[in-house]
C-alpha cells in the first residue's frame, strides 16, 4: 500500500525541541519532493517546508526560518522535521506529504501522512 506515516509529536514546554518523522512505503520514495505542513487549531493548512528528491530544501516558511530544518534520508524512505526554540504559536497538526514537484501548495501533493499532533505550553 502506498503511504506516508507522521510520527514524533508531543506535548513540549516553550524553548524545546523535537524531532518528526516522515517513514515512507508502497512507492518509489527517492523519485519524489515530500513537504511539511501545519494546522494550527482553528485556521488553514500552510506549508512549512519542501525537500526534493535529491535533498535541496525549496523553501521554508517565515514563521520556522532559523528553527526548523527539513532533510531526507532516502536510504530509511523517511524525510524529517527538526524543530528547535518551539514557540505556542507552532502548536499545529503536522503533515506530511509527497508530491512530484517541488512545491508549498498544498493541493499538489498526492500522498499524505495522517498528521501527528505538536502541542507546545508557555
Known amino acids: 500500500e502506498v503511504q506516508l506515516q507522521a510520527s514524533g509529536g508531543g506535548l513540549v514546554q516553550a524553548g524545546e525541541s523535537l524531532r518528526l518523522a516522515c517513514k515512507a512505503s508502497g512507492f518509489n520514495f527517492g523519485d519524489y519532493a515530500v513537504g511539511w505542513f501545519r494546522q494550527p487549531p482553528g485556521k488553514e493548512r500552510e506549508g512549512i517546508s519542501c525537500v526534493t528528491n535529491g535533498g535541496e530544501t525549496i523553501f521554508h516558511s517565515d514563521s520556522v526560518k532559523g528553527r526548523f530544518t527539513i532533510s531526507r534520508d532516502n536510504a530509511k524512505n523517511t524525510v524529517y522535521l527538526q524543530m528547535n526554540n518551539l514557540k505556542p504559536e507552532d502548536t499545529a497538526v503536522y503533515y506530511c506529504?509527497?508530491?512530484?514537484?517541488?512545491?508549498?501548495?498544498?493541493?499538489?501533493?498526492?500522498?499524505w501522512g495522517q498528521g501527528t499532533l505538536v502541542t507546545v505550553s508557555s
Open positions: 506529504a509527497a508530491g512530484t514537484t517541488p512545491n508549498r501548495d498544498p493541493t499538489m501533493y498526492a500522498v
